[in-house]
């Protein structure tokens, strides 16, 4: 099945500065690429997602690009605020049946 | 437009024992799905259901995980009996319907937290 690695486990910024956090997957037939923010006590929220025609995708400080060659996809946070503090997860799965496959996660702080 | 919704939000209980949790999907959602979350990890798919059939249920525990979803709507997954490795923060997510490019994002609920003590 798929196994998707997720780094890094930790980040910690200062609030403006840029946050990436990158993913690698193993299946070469997955396509869809979702991310997802989880606060405490929530459940994971969908911030942005890309499938694999396409590299890159932006919406407004945050953007996702992809690599399908390389198998890895990153994520990238703008300007980052407070609010931006949570946990990240990427997520990989084939398009013809989005059962996902979720990364460990990365823990963001953003300093203030 | 009301999300995902589950109960209860929290749950204590002994090993051996049973415990059931519930989900309500966003409305004409077709597909369902349980999600397990152990603390520190991503969620891991336990079970996927397209209206009210399974689609896919590997990895479900089923000598004591059980899960059903009457009339395509709402859904409960039980334990039975409950193990410490249990412990854990239990997902539903629900889409539109899966096998149909854009249809498939999926959007979570608030999610059981399940202590087995």
């Known amino acids: 099945g798929e196994n998707v690695e997720q780094h890094p486990s930790t980040l910690s910024v200062q609030e403006g500065d840029s946050a990436v956090i990158k993913c690698t997957y193993s299946?070469?037939?997955?396509?869809?690429f979702p991310w997802y923010k989880q606060e405490l006590g929530k459940g994971p929220q969908l911030i942005i997602d890309?499938?694999?025609?396409?590299g890159e995708k932006k919406d407004q400080r945050i953007a996702v690009t992809l690599n399908k060659t390389a198998k890895h996809f990153s994520l990238h946070i703008t300007e980052t605020q407070p609010e931006d503090s949570a946990v990240y997860f990427c997520?990989?799965?084939?398009?013809?049946?989005?059962?996902?496959?979720f990364g460990a996660g990365t823990t963001v702080t953003v300093r203030a | 437009e009301a999300g995902v919704a589950q109960s209860p939000r929290y749950k204590i209980i002994e090993k051996r024992q049973s415990v059931a949790f519930w989900c309500n999907p966003i409305?004409?959602?077709?597909?369902l799905y349980w999600y397990q979350q152990i603390l520190g990890q991503g969620p891991k798919l336990l079970i996927q259901?397209?209206?009210?059939?399974?689609?896919?249920d590997s990895q479900l525990p089923k000598d004591r995980f059980s899960a059903e979803r009457l009339k395509g709507v709402d859904s409960t997954l039980k334990i039975q009996p409950a193990k410490l490795e249990d412990s854990a923060v239990y997902l539903c997510?629900?889409?539109?319907?899966?096998?149909?490019?854009?249809?498939?994002?999926?959007?979570f609920g608030p999610g059981t937290r399940l202590l087995v003590l």
């Open positions: 997520a990989a799965s084939r398009s013809n049946d989005y059962k996902l496959s």
């Open positions: 259901f397209q209206n009210n059939g399974v689609v896919d």
């Open positions: 997510a629900s889409s539109l319907g899966a096998r149909t490019s854009g249809l498939g994002t999926q959007y």
């Open positions: 409305s004409g959602h077709a597909t």
């Open positions: 299946d070469s037939a997955s396509n869809y």
């Open positions: 890309i499938r694999s025609n396409v």
